[in-house]
T-cell receptor, first 116, second 117 residues
């Protein structure tokens, strides 16, 4: 079974600075998807960024980018120019590309605090 | 485009009472998921539907939990009887047809926070 580990329960950063959240995963599959979700106090899980394992290029979405290291099974999220609205729980998630195996496997989450 | 809708947002019940949660997925999304999120943890899948068929319910505690999606659109998750350990946030998500081979994107609702006293 696949597992996802987020080793940082909490992180904090000054507004406008850059922060990196860590995620590692364990799988024997070669084709899969990786995601970062943001969960603010409203509880709604919001998709931040997605990476396909067969793509070597790291995904980027505006101020959010990932460092995907397939051999090391590492998938970190970098948030540049942090804003107060970025404060939330961040979850790393794995999904197999195998048809019929669509569930997301989540890590334990990292609580990100933005200091003004 | 409307997102995934869930109700109620909050529910407080005494143990041994029944409770039900409702989910309306994004229009056109034939895959629907129910996740449970315990405090301080990531969500865990309870059940996944493809249209009205439950195709993955291996994590659903079938002695007290049940779910249905009769017309392949809205879904209801029920707990009867509830136990103290069922206190959690119950999240519903949906995805487009063919997501098994496609983008893999799941869209979540705001969840229902259940407190069992």
């Amino acid at each position: 079974a696949q597992t996802v580990t987020q080793s940082q329960p909490e992180m904090s950063v000054q507004e406008a600075e850059t922060v990196t959240l860590s995620c590692t995963y364990d799988t024997s599959e070669s084709d899969y998807y990786l995601f970062w979700y943001k969960q603010p106090p409203s509880r709604q899980m919001i998709l931040v960024i997605r990476q396909e394992a067969y793509k070597q290029q790291n995904a980027t979405e505006n101020r959010f980018s990932v460092n995907f290291q397939k051999a090391a099974k590492s998938f970190s999220l970098k948030i540049s120019d942090s804003q107060l609205g970025d404060a939330a729980m961040y979850f790393c998630a794995y999904r197999s590309a195998t048809r019929g195996a669509q569930k997301l496997v989540f890590g334990q989450g990292t609580r990100l605090t933005i200091n003004p | 485009e409307a997102g995934v809708v869930q109700s109620p947002r909050y529910k407080i019940i005494e143990k041994k009472q029944p409770v039900a949660f409702w989910c309306n997925p994004i229009s056109g999304h034939n895959t629907l998921y129910w996740y449970r999120q315990n405090l301080g943890q990531g969500p865990e899948l309870l059940i996944r539907y493809e249209n009205e068929e439950a195709v993955d319910d291996s994590q659903l505690p079938k002695d007290r939990f049940s779910a249905e999606r009769l017309k392949g659109v809205d879904s209801t998750l029920k707990i009867q009887p509830a136990e103290l350990g069922d206190s959690a946030v119950y999240l519903c998500a949906s995805s487009l047809p063919g997501a098994g081979q496609g983008s893999g994107k799941q869209y979540f609702g705001p969840g229902t926070r259940l407190t069992v006293t």
